[in-house]
């Protein structure tokens, strides 16, 4: 069996650390997968890759916008013609590789998976729907990574048949369970936030900030990622004398040890898919404090705290309530540990297989 993935390029994201932690698994479990870039810029994510010799396809470098040129289109072609099955990951790579299909003829199995509750494409239904409808059919199976994501791609498509599927995401459990706390000895009574996430318009690092200013000045935060917000959250930073509270880490690898020796993992965004980093949180047995939005509701909710969108009052109270009650604290960090068991990457290579297979007929 031969499967290709294919996205739009390997920035950071939770869609490309999916891609970065499962391809070297499939390939472990005997299936044949390589990987197509958009866009190949040679990120920490590609290297890792590259490392571990899997096969990468890329079409340009450079500049990101690029990927939305559909000429990209007929040098998709040549690649369906190589392999049975096509995952694809992303808009616009999305509608590429449907409008490839059509135009070859090509016989080859598509399958989509489906990232997020919320786009440009769905807010705008009235303009989208017809193409969208059109553009999904082309494809053999819809997943989505949970069923939130599931609900609203199908009232978005209005369609209800037997193309979707909700394989929720997984990380690798024991590289995070097992990582040591390297930080608490120098702490000197230093509380310590962090969010892992890319600086974009569906993360809301903003809201983070403002609630420093309702915690005490021993409370300081980690912000670990990159994108086009961060330059505006460090200016928020500024405005609000937060400079020796707040840290911007950049791009990291040492993300397991980086969450393990913080104290309470926070994922605020706007919008949400999944939140792969709140399980990446809730794995090293940190509690982990959530936007009370779709995605995130259904995977923190009922073992980490929710907290109202963009409401820094409410989400500096839940901080400080887990920090003034170590046996609640010690509860969330328990219900947290639990719940990450559920999200093992191999439960969701296990899915995908035998999804790869019923498609097939093998």
């Known amino acids: ?14 869609t490309e650390k999916l891609l970065v932690d499962s391809i070297p698994i499939f390939r472990q479990r005997g299936i044949d997968v390589d990987l197509l870039l958009l866009n190949g810029d040679e990120t920490p994510f590609y290297k890792q890759l ?113 193309k979707f599927q909700v394989i929720n995401n997984g990380i690798n ?3 995070y369970s097992n990582t040591l706390d390297t930080n608490k000895n120098g702490k000197n ?15 809301d690092q903003a809201t983070v900030i403002r609630a420093l200013k309702y915690l005490s000045r021993n409370i300081c935060l980690l912000l670990v990622g990159d994108g086009i917000t961060r330059s505006k959250c460090e200016q928020l930073t500024n405005e609000f004398r937060l400079l020796d509270r707040v840290s911007f880490l950049g791009i990291r690898a040492d993300i397991p040890q980086l969450l393990k020796s913080s104290d309470i993992a926070i994922i605020s965004s706007n919008w949400e898919g999944f939140g792969l980093t709140a399980v990446e949180g809730m794995a090293v047995c940190k509690p982990v404090v959530a936007s009370d939005v779709p995605g995130l509701r259904e995977v923190v909710g009922g ?22 009650n170590q046996e609640l604290y010690n509860k969330v960090s328990y219900a947290c540990f639990e719940r990450a068991k559920q999200y093992d990457i191999n439960i969701m290579i296990d899915k995908y297989i035998e999804l790869y297979k019923k498609i097939l007929d093998i």
Not at 1 to 14: A, C, F, K, P, Y
Not at 303 to 324: P, Q, R, T, V
């Open 1 to 14: 069996m031969r499967v290709l993935q294919i996205t739009n390029s390997l920035h950071t994201g939770g």
């Open 50 to 162: 590259k490392d571990k010799n899997i096969t990468i396809y890329n079409f340009t470098k450079g500049d990101i916008k690029k990927i939305y040129n559909p000429f990209l289109i007929f040098r998709i072609i040549p690649y369906l013609k190589k392999y049975n099955i096509i995952q694809v990951h992303l808009f616009p790579v999305l509608y590429w590789v449907a409008l490839a299909k059509f135009l070859s003829m090509s016989k080859v199995k598509l399958v989509f998976t489906e990232h997020s509750t919320n786009n440009r494409r769905i807010n705008q239904k009235r303009i989208w729907r017809f193409f969208d409808k059109l553009i999904y059919g082309e494809y053999d199976r819809i997943i989505s990574i949970t069923s939130d994501v599931d609900a609203n791609i199908k009232k978005h498509l209005s369609a209800r048949n037997n």
């Open 189 to 203: 009574n230093i509380i310590t936030l962090i969010q892992v996430a890319g600086f974009r318009l569906e993360k």
């Open 303 to 324: 073992a980490g705290i929710l907290f109202e969108k963009g409401n820094e009052k409410d989400l500096a109270e839940k901080i400080m309530l887990l920090l003034s």
């Open 173 to 175: 459990l024991s590289q």
